[in-house]
């Protein structure tokens, strides 16, 4: 029986985060959006992540402005974000109202979909986000962060995905954010999973290690659902594979995505030129077009690679690479092997390039990696070495309980906070989780209002304006 594949594109949100650094700005997305309306993508993640952050850090846009002109094109394709449960959008945990606050805005301003994940795996994190997307009317999708290691057996992604159906999530994505999943284990993981479950099975991978193409096409025989692609002047490298290439291979064939080569072939000439432009300023570094099979060998996401390079390159210290890459698996050890994405990969990554630059192992530790340490993170599928959390920690209190239990409600005190500023709800969301980058952008908003206040006001009095 012909079970079509059905594809997430990227492109406006991990795609343009994994090789230009979330920097495509909301104008340059608008004009497109009717073609990729017509396409019958599963969904477009156009959100989330750090797109947050970088609209207002870099672009000076606000980002539920984004969401909201977004939702505004897209007629007949659902939008989706992704949302680091607990941590929301930010690399701490928040109060649960404030979590709430921000899902219910999110649907409220445009999204469908919202991809819940956990830097630890831990479900406990993922459930009050959960809870409130399927209150709200949103479909919950849990991500899995996929990783290797001893825990990481079949059985233990067989229980989780179980776990998972009875939170009452719609769908589960397996997140494979450093592209260490390969082909035919793919296969085996897809199979594990279909049979613990009946939600659908989203994979989302990426082309670092250059295997994710052949990674996708063993899932889909093995009957993955989704597949998440990017249109090809934002794919391979550390996005992800090609949407017309996976479109191509399955044509004619029983996983036939049915998606017109012609609309395609459209968006991908918008997006040409752009590429092009970030070749040319720099924005797209070259390095990040490439295979990088050592992050099969190390298990380090691209992202977390070019992090680890600049910190290296700021203590003028280039020459330790290979040794700070030999140190992160066994930190990762020392720290219950949790996967390696936000926020744990920056994490362990800073505490390996410190213990190689300090000569001795955790002389010196960030306040991140004592907080995880005392479970201020959540529950790691391994125990932490004992010796490194005593060396590292002393005699603080290590946590048992889900994290965000110890947390006070938090809305009332953002929203005094803001009062200055706020123009609308969600300017308390946005500076809940990013304070300074957000007062930033209000004050930067503020001076806009004002500036174009100036010229109304000289229009009107017969001058023109500047």
Known sequence: MAKPIKITETVLRDAHQSLIATRMPTELMLPIIPTMDKVGYNSVECWGGATFDASMRFLKEDPWERLRKLRDGFKNTKLQMLLRGQNILGYKHYPDDVVEY?????????????????????????????????????????????????????????????????????????????????????????????????????????????????TYLKAAEAGVDIIDCAISPFALGTSQPATEVMVEAFKGQEFDTGLDQKLLAEIADYFRPY????????????????????????????????????????????????????????????????????????????????????????????????????????????????????????????ITCRPADKLAPGLPKFEEAVKQWKQQDEDVLSYALFPQVATDFF???????????????????GAYPA
């Open 102 to 214: 921000f899902v219910q805005k999110s649907i409220a301003n445009g999204i469908d979909i919202i991809r819940i994940f956990d830097c630890l795996n831990d479900l406990r994190n993922l459930e009050t986000s959960v809870k409130t997307c399927k209150k709200e009317g949103g479909h919950a999708q849990i991500a899995l962060a996929y990783t290797l290691g001893d825990a990481y057996t079949e059985e233990y992604w067989m229980n989780i995905a179980k776990e998972i159906e009875s939170m009452g999530a719609d769908s589960i994505c397996i997140k494979d954010m450093a592209g260490l999943l390969l082909p035919y284990e793919a296969e085996k993981l897809v199979k594990a999973l279909k049979s613990a479950t009946n939600l659908p099975i989203d994979l989302h991978t990426h082309y670092t290690s250059g295997v994710a193409s052949m």
């Open 275 to 398: 590429r092009e432009e970030c070749l040319k300023s720099g924005l797209m570094d070259a390095k990040v077009l490439g295979v990088n099979i050592k992050t099969l060998m190390y298990q380090v996401p691209g992202g977390m690679l070019s992090n680890m390079v600049s910190q290296l390159k700021e203590q003028n210290a280039s020459d330790k690479y290979n040794t700070v890459l030999e140190e992160i698996p066994r930190v990762r050890k020392d720290f219950g092997e949790p996967p390696l994405v936000t926020p744990s990969s920056q994490i362990v990554g800073t505490q390996a390039v410190m213990n190689v630059l300090m000569g001795e192992r955790y002389k010196v530790a960030t306040d991140q990696t004592k907080d995880l340490l005392a479970g201020e993170y959540g529950k790691t599928i391994k125990p932490f070495n004992p010796e490194v959390q005593k060396k590292i920690i002393g005699d603080r209190e290590v």
């Open 443 to 461: 004050k930067y908003r503020l001076a806009q209002q004002e500036k174009v206040d100036l010229s109304a006001a000289d229009t009107k009095n």
